[in-house]
């Protein structure tokens, strides 16, 4: 009985608290990345019921019926004690690694897509001195044609940033930096693990038939560190996906049950108050306009100009929120993984609406205003002189409205995110492409 318990307790692993019920022959592993976008990603693969659930220091294990998924912290410190524990049972013989990396000034990727990474390298991390046979290459045999890409891993996360932001810091790493800078010339990506985790899979295992390879994707460039949790969890979704499908485990895209004890609904209360904030202010603006349409006095006079240009400032206000609220709905849905956007089509329209109304206020304006002007002298003008003023007004109203407008909407495609600038097609054709860059 003694002997026994001292077996199982030799069979429970110091670090993780990994046991051999613990692990499936396929491992998806994943490191560094928040735990309720993970447990979303997994949600949405279908991936909602786990078998056995661990939670140990800063590690987490959910065994399934076809695979185990890891969760672990960045760098070799991890990753080095978890994947000699991981090998130790002799169960694993494929492990797939996912998650985030940062884009080189360098790189020929797409921000928020993921490539399989096909040459890995170290610098700055504790490995760096015992690899010394370049590049680290998986080795798990793919039936796709997957776009692939290059990365290079290290331990300091700021270490390789390239924002002007850390220039101070940096300069206290001379040797990391020279070294990143020969490495960067023909590096993708940047991240804390991949480098590692290929050279251990290299080296750890007793068997010789473990297969490994790595899904990652740039959810940042190295000089914007800011920009990583918009693209964070479809990254870590598209990923997953990848890997399942490499390991020819079926992906369930509506599951149709969730234990809520071990899963969490992502967060959604933003985008939720964005498209409440959106439509608030546009159905405002409408309510503005039939004011107006009841309230301006039949006889010109002072006070309908005041209420006609308030109400052209707040239409204003509308325009511009119709394409700021645009803007700030699809950023939180592309980090949620949301790929279509309703205001994509509305938006554009309403653009277009603004236009047209402005052109309405305008005419009133013209013709509102010259007539104020010739009742206060008590002169005597043609027709054609009010057609000419409302003419006039109605031009430069659409004029300040269109401008407004397009000056919004290229302040916010200049910093925008890929994805953006792909779902923004049809306000790029209304604010012409020649203007955006």
């Given at each position: 009985?003694i002997i026994?318990?001292t077996?199982?307790?030799?069979e429970?692993?110091?670090?993780?608290?990994?046991?051999?019920?613990?692990?499936?022959p396929?491992?998806v592993?994943?490191c560094?990345e928040?735990?309720k976008?993970l447990?979303?990603?997994?949600q949405e693969c279908?991936?909602?019921?786990p078998?056995?659930?661990?939670?140990?220091?800063s590690?987490?294990?959910w065994?399934f019926?076809?695979l185990?998924?890891?969760?672990?912290?960045?760098?070799?410190?991890?990753l080095?004690?978890l994947?000699?524990?991981?090998?130790?049972?002799n169960?694993?013989?494929k492990?797939i690694?996912i998650?985030?990396a940062?884009?080189?000034n360098?790189?020929?990727?797409?921000?928020g897509?993921?490539?399989?990474?096909?040459?890995?390298?170290l610098?700055?991390t504790?490995?760096?001195?015992e690899?010394?046979s370049y590049?680290?290459?998986p080795?798990?045999?793919?039936?796709?044609?997957?776009?692939t890409?290059t990365?290079?891993s290290?331990?300091?996360?700021?270490?390789?940033s390239?924002s002007e932001?850390l220039t101070k810091?940096?300069?206290h790493f001379?040797?990391?930096?020279?070294?990143?800078?020969k490495?960067?010339?023909?590096i993708d990506?940047?991240?804390m693990?991949v480098g590692?985790?290929?050279?251990l899979?290299?080296?750890?295992?007793e068997?010789d038939?473990v297969q490994y390879t790595?899904f990652?994707?740039?959810?940042n460039?190295?000089?914007n560190?800011?920009?990583q949790?918009?693209?964070?969890l479809?990254v870590?979704?598209?990923?997953?996906?990848?890997?399942?499908?490499s390991?020819q485990i079926?992906?369930n895209?509506?599951?149709t049950?969730c234990?809520?004890?071990?899963?969490i609904?992502?967060?959604s209360?933003?985008?939720t108050e964005e498209?409440?904030?959106?439509w608030?202010?546009?159905?405002?603006?409408v309510?503005?306009?039939?004011?107006l349409a009841?309230?301006?006095?039949?006889s010109?006079?002072?006070?309908?100009?005041?209420?006609?240009l308030s109400?052209f400032m707040?239409m204003t206000i509308?325009?511009?929120y119709?394409?700021?609220?645009?803007?700030y709905?699809?950023?939180?849905?592309?980090?949620?993984?949301?790929v279509?956007g309703q205001?994509?089509?509305?938006?554009p329209h309403?653009a277009?609406?603004?236009l047209f109304f402005?052109?309405v206020i305008?005419l009133?304006?013209g013709d509102l205003?010259v007539?104020l002007?010739?009742?206060e002298?008590?002169w005597?003008?043609?027709?054609?002189v009010?057609i000419a003023?409302?003419?006039g007004?109605?031009i430069?109203?659409?004029?300040y409205?269109?401008?407004i407008?397009?000056k919004v909407f290229?302040n916010?495609?200049e910093?925008?995110?890929p994805e953006?600038?792909?779902y923004?097609?049809?306000?790029?054709?209304?604010?012409?492409?020649r203007?955006?860059s």
């Amino acid at each position: 009985m003694i002997i026994s318990n001292t077996k199982t307790i030799h069979e429970v692993r110091p670090n993780t608290k990994l046991e051999p019920s613990m692990l499936m022959p396929a491992v998806v592993l994943c490191c560094g990345e928040d735990e309720k976008e993970l447990l979303f990603a997994m949600q949405e693969c279908g991936l909602v019921s786990p078998i056995k659930k661990l939670e140990f220091r800063s590690y987490r294990v959910w065994k399934f019926s076809d695979l185990s998924v890891i969760l672990a912290p960045i760098g070799t410190g991890s990753l080095e004690p978890l994947m000699s524990e991981v090998f130790s049972f002799n169960i694993v013989n494929k492990i797939i690694l996912i998650g985030t990396a940062g884009q080189t000034n360098s790189s020929r990727t797409v921000i928020g897509k993921v490539y399989r990474i096909d040459e890995a390298y170290l610098c700055g991390t504790a490995l760096d001195r015992e690899i010394t046979s370049y590049p680290l290459v998986p080795n798990l045999i793919h039936t796709d044609n997957y776009e692939t890409a290059t990365i290079v891993s290290t331990d300091l996360y700021y270490g390789l940033s390239e924002s002007e932001n850390l220039t101070k810091y940096q300069s206290h790493f001379p040797n990391l930096n020279e070294d990143f800078r020969k490495r960067s010339k023909h590096i993708d990506l940047v991240d804390m693990e991949v480098g590692q985790f290929y050279a251990l899979c290299r080296i750890m295992p007793e068997q010789d038939n473990v297969q490994y390879t790595a899904f990652k994707g740039p959810a940042n460039a190295l000089s914007n560190m800011s920009e990583q949790t918009t693209y964070s969890l479809s990254v870590l979704k598209r990923g997953l996906e990848l890997a399942l499908k490499s390991l020819q485990i079926a992906i369930n895209d509506k599951p149709t049950s969730c234990d809520t004890n071990n899963f969490i609904n992502y967060d959604s209360s933003k985008i939720t108050e964005e498209l409440k904030l959106y439509w608030t202010i546009q159905i405002g603006v409408v309510s503005i306009l039939g004011f107006l349409a009841t309230a301006l006095e039949k006889s010109p006079s002072f006070t309908s100009f005041i209420g006609s240009l308030s109400v052209f400032m707040l239409m204003t206000i509308g325009a511009i929120y119709n394409i700021v609220g645009n803007y700030y709905i699809r950023l939180e849905a592309i980090r949620l993984g949301i790929v279509a956007g309703q205001e994509n089509v509305i938006t554009p329209h309403l653009a277009q609406l603004y236009l047209f109304f402005g052109a309405v206020i305008g005419l009133y304006f013209g013709d509102l205003g010259v007539t104020l002007f010739v009742n206060e002298f008590s002169w005597s003008i043609s027709p054609t002189v009010h057609i000419a003023s409302s003419v006039g007004g109605s031009i430069i109203c659409v004029f300040y409205m269109y401008q407004i407008q397009r000056k919004v909407f290229c302040n916010l495609f200049e910093s925008a995110p890929p994805e953006y600038k792909t779902y923004s097609e049809p306000l790029r054709k209304l604010f012409s492409r020649r203007f955006i860059s």
